[in-house]
């Protein structure tokens, strides 16, 4: 399978679209950086806008750690853009029949189905940490981190990152899954999408119910929106530990799923 | 079932292949053989079965029945040989990038290095000038040039068996000769292959041995040698109606004497050697009268006709 990833990495790398994506994934974090600069500025000129500020009525907080799992929210708008790219980068194996050569060359549909999978997550996840570390590199100069960077923070840092991390690899299980089983690029992107949107929708509602309870709630719905949250709380293990296992159960069941299809399946 | 070593020399045995799609056979009950340096012409009409065949014993698509032979090893276990190299149905590139890197993709898919200046030589091999397409993406390409680097993509493998579906598609009459030759010579290097087209006198050029498929069964296979022998001569009989030439058809074709015997619009037609006297006989026996005697020389695609209207 090493030779099939590096042929995976390897077209990915030359295609335009990845070239689309890290320009997003460049460019996103720098924009929000300058768009909370420019918040900043009105609220210090608009005398109403400062007072409702004192009051906490505005929910935003112009700290580095807080802007760190804002952004992640944002990356929600990555979020959405990932499962399109990893969509696109799967289908377009079948579109331009490259799926074939490698199943006449005699790799085999399982090494094929994991080496679509591990290259989108591993994309997805390099581009999303490539983006947080724009904005981090950003933000900090511009607001300062907000709290004392001590080792329950690098913990939590680390935590935000691999639930993350884990997110992004669930999104390129709903992509591949999806792309490789209809093998039909249109409809493989709007049903990767809705179901991510979907996910999404279901743990803000839950969300918005019941606040409280969000961390252990959320965490077992796999959604960008959840780092967020969950980086926003007090670090706790068991909504971590619950989420990964949460996360990585849903990425099994739904690579059998999508392998099961997959191997059953003619290419065409 | 038969034994799997009955020739150890085929490189491709399918025993009674067959294939069906929404209830309906695409292929049935197929029978093929090809042996090592075989150049094995798959001929027949669109629809007619040829890729459906050339998708399963590529593992694009899995039997409804039967099995196949590669190598001697039954089909799961000979997929993953990676002996086999091939185009199906059309050329699967990456057209972002150029021929060099379509090349290299492939080297990394099927786990073989190979230096730039050798990827190079695969291009020249095929005919593509490496001068003139330079950094130029293959969307930019002709389909000829398409083919070539398809083609190029697949002898890049150093493969025993090569199946091509329908490769002179697409090619001017430069590109059809230019492809003829790069498949003898590779025949010549010890490579088989199996070709598709519909197009049997580009066949009868390159191929030794011919498989005839219609309506998704294998009609017959036979060496060219034997098909232009066969296609040599041909005679006509001329009926009064059509109903009395079917009737005429059906008794020569029962005797099983003639190779094959087509009936149209009052005329039987009867391909290969045949011995008039013979025939006469028959059909006096039969008590069918005839209106006309022709002798004609045929095509090879008036043979493939006659089998394929039968």
């Known amino acids: 399978m090493g030779k099939l990833l590096k042929a995976d990495l390897y077209r990915i790398f030359k295609s335009k679209l990845f070239l689309i994506a890290a320009l997003l994934a460049l460019v996103f974090p720098v924009l929000t950086v300058l768009l909370y600069f420019g918040l900043d500025k009105l609220i210090a000129a608009t005398s109403e806008l400062q007072s409702m500020m004192n009051m906490n009525m505005t929910g935003l907080n112009m700290t580095g750690q807080q802007l760190l799992s804002e952004q992640f929210v944002l990356s929600s708008n990555m979020g959405l853009i990932l499962p399109i790219f990893i969509t696109l980068f799967v289908a377009g194996d079948i579109s331009n029949g490259t799926l074939r050569n490698k199943i006449i060359a005699g790799r085999s549909r399982t090494a094929i189905y994991f080496s679509h999978l591990i290259t989108s997550g591993l994309t997805g996840a390099f581009l999303m940490v490539v983006s947080n570390l724009i904005f981090l590199a950003a933000v900090i100069p511009v607001f300062g981190y907000g709290v004392d960077i001590d080792k329950a923070e690098v913990l939590k840092l680390v935590y935000f990152y691999a639930t993350g991390g884990i997110t992004i690899f669930f999104g390129a299980s709903v992509s591949t899954m999806v792309t490789l089983s209809i093998k039909n690029t249109a409809p493989a992107v709007i049903i990767s999408a809705v179901v991510l949107m979907g996910l999404s929708l279901i743990g803000n509602g839950i969300h918005a119910v019941d606040p409280l309870d969000?961390?252990?709630?959320?965490?077992?719905?796999?959604?960008?929106?959840?780092?967020?949250?969950?980086?926003?709380g007090t670090f706790d293990l068991t909504s971590f530990l619950l989420g990964v296992v949460s996360y990585a159960v849903c990425i099994l069941v739904l690579t059998l799923a999508g392998l099961i299809v997959f191997k059953k399946s003619d290419i065409k | 079932m038969e034994n799997s070593l009955v020739n150890d020399n085929y490189v491709l045995r399918t025993v009674n292949l067959s294939k069906v799609y929404k209830k309906k056979y695409a292929v049935k009950d197929v029978n093929m053989h090809i042996e090592k340096g075989d150049i094995y012409g798959f001929v027949g009409e669109n629809g007619a079965g040829k890729t459906t065949v050339i998708r399963l014993v590529t593992g694009l698509a899995a039997p409804t029945e039967g099995t196949f032979y590669l190598f001697g090893e039954e089909k799961d276990k000979a997929l993953g040989r990676r002996r086999v190299a091939g185009i199906v149905e059309s050329v699967s590139l990456n057209k972002s990038m150029t021929a060099v890197e379509n090349l290299k993709y492939q080297c990394f898919i099927c786990g073989?290095?190979?230096?730039?200046?050798?990827?190079?030589?695969?291009?020249?091999?095929?005919?593509?000038?490496?001068?003139?397409?330079?950094?130029?993406?293959?969307?930019?390409?002709?389909?000829?040039?398409?083919?070539?680097?398809?083609?190029?993509?697949?002898?890049?493998?150093?493969?025993?068996?090569?199946?091509?579906?329908?490769?002179?598609?697409?090619?001017?009459?430069?590109?059809?000769?230019?492809?003829?030759?790069?498949?003898?010579?590779?025949?010549?290097?010890?490579?088989?292959?199996?070709?598709?087209?519909?197009?049997?006198?580009?066949?009868?050029?390159?191929?030794?041995?011919?498989?005839?498929?219609?309506?998704?069964q294998l009609t017959e296979e036979i060496l060219v040698s034997d098909l232009h022998r066969a296609a040599s001569a041909k005679v006509e009989l001329g009926f009064q109606s059509q109903e009395e030439a079917k009737a005429a058809q059906a008794v020569l074709a029962g005797v099983r004497i003639f190779r094959a015997v087509s009936a149209e619009n009052g005329v039987v037609r009867?391909?290969?050697?045949?011995?008039?006297?013979?025939?006469?006989?028959?059909?006096?026996?039969?008590?069918?009268?005839?209106?006309?005697?022709?002798?004609?020389?045929?095509?090879?695609?008036?043979?493939?006709?006659g089998k394929v209207r039968g």
Request: charged content about 30%; some cysteine; glycine content about 6%.
């Open chain 2, 270 to 305: 009867i391909f290969g050697d045949v011995d008039v006297n013979t025939v006469m006989e028959i059909l006096v026996a039969n008590r069918i009268r005839i209106t006309s005697i022709n002798m004609r020389e045929q095509s090879v695609e008036d043979y493939y006709l």
């Open chain 1, 214 to 232: 969000e961390n252990r709630l959320l965490c077992l719905i796999p959604t960008y929106t959840n780092t967020s949250f969950l980086a926003k």
């Open chain 2, 112 to 216: 073989i290095t190979k230096s730039d200046e050798e990827l190079r030589e695969v291009l020249r091999e095929v005919g593509l000038d490496v001068d003139d397409i330079g950094s130029k993406k293959v969307r930019h390409f002709s389909l000829g040039m398409r083919q070539r680097l398809g083609i190029a993509t697949v002898i890049l493998q150093d493969p025993e068996f090569v199946l091509l579906d329908e490769p002179m598609n697409g090619l001017d009459p430069q590109g059809f000769i230019d492809m003829r030759e790069t498949i003898k010579r590779l025949n010549a290097r010890g490579i088989t292959f199996l070709i598709s087209s519909h197009i049997l006198s580009e066949l009868d050029k390159v191929c030794n041995k011919i498989g005839f498929i219609s309506k998704g």
